[in-house]
């Protein structure tokens, strides 16, 4: 089985300062990991992914996001924050083991990210 | 670029009516994944389809069915709806499917059951 945990339901930074959302992962195998935002009334966007290598992916709108597989963890980050930014982040895992037959991304409860002007 | 197109955007349905969602995938693609959103939840995997056969199945309810289409579209079908099928139906496309393969999302059909 997999699953994913975002620890914080609400994160509120400063514009222009640093910002890290927390996911953590369960899986049986080895992970693909996911970043999605979600703006109110709209779609899941892609923002990045980890597949294999490095373990700092960056991905779009600045985002960048790092894989540590001792803490099974995959947090996403920004340097500065944007009041932009503000929406709702969702990280999401595939499990690499799960078969051909496994299309399902299971999504943490996501985390609503305030970027205070 | 073209993206996911989902409709209707927004359905109002009486309950123990039946519904019909379609998806058109972006083209090109050949998966197509449904995810149920409730209120303030976290999108729920239902089911998936590559080149047109079911390539993987979550918690849809059996009074649904889907399937994919020769032209790649998909259609989500719900009867004997419930006043908890209330949510976001979100269809989602990729170019093959699972392992590392992102997928990309339409912007949600609001099923809305009084």
């Known amino acids: 089985a997999q699953s994913v945990a975002q620890p914080e339901d609400q994160v509120n930074v400063a514009e222009g300062n640093p910002l890290t959302v927390k996911c953590t992962y369960s899986?049986?195998?080895?992970?693909?990991l996911f970043w999605y935002v979600q703006y109110p009334n709209r779609g899941l966007q892609f923002l990045l992914k980890?597949?294999?290598?490095?373990?700092l992916v960056k991905g779009s709108y600045g985002f960048e996001a790092e894989f540590n597989k001792s803490q099974t963890s995959f947090h996403l980050k920004k340097p500065s924050a944007l009041v932009s930014d503000s929406a709702l982040y969702f990280c999401?895992?595939?499990?690499?083991?799960?078969?051909?037959?496994?299309?399902?991304?299971?999504f943490g409860k996501g985390t609503k990210l305030s970027v205070i002007p | 670029a073209a993206g996911v197109i989902q409709s209707p955007r927004h359905l109002i349905k009486e309950k123990r009516e039946t519904a019909t969602l379609k998806c058109y995938p972006i083209?090109?693609?050949?998966?197509v994944y449904w995810y149920q959103q409730g209120p303030g939840q976290d999108p729920q995997f239902l089911i998936s389809?590559?080149?047109?056969?079911?390539?993987d199945k979550g918690s849809i309810p059996d009074r649904f069915s889907a399937q994919q289409f020769s032209d790649y579209h998909s259609e989500l079908n719900m009867s004997s709806l419930e006043l908890g099928d209330s949510a976001l139906y979100f269809c989602?496309?990729?170019?093959?499917?699972?392992?590392?393969?992102?997928?990309?999302f339409g912007q949600g059909t609001r099923l809305t059951v009084v």
């Open positions: 999401a895992v595939r499990d690499v083991y799960s078969g051909a037959g496994s299309y399902q991304l299971t």
């Open positions: 389809f590559y080149e047109k056969m079911q390539s």
């Open positions: 899986v049986s195998g080895n992970p693909y």
């Open positions: 989602a496309s990729s170019l093959g499917g699972g392992g590392g393969t992102e997928a990309f």
């Open positions: 980890y597949i294999t290598g490095d373990n």
């Open positions: 083209p090109r693609h050949d998966t």
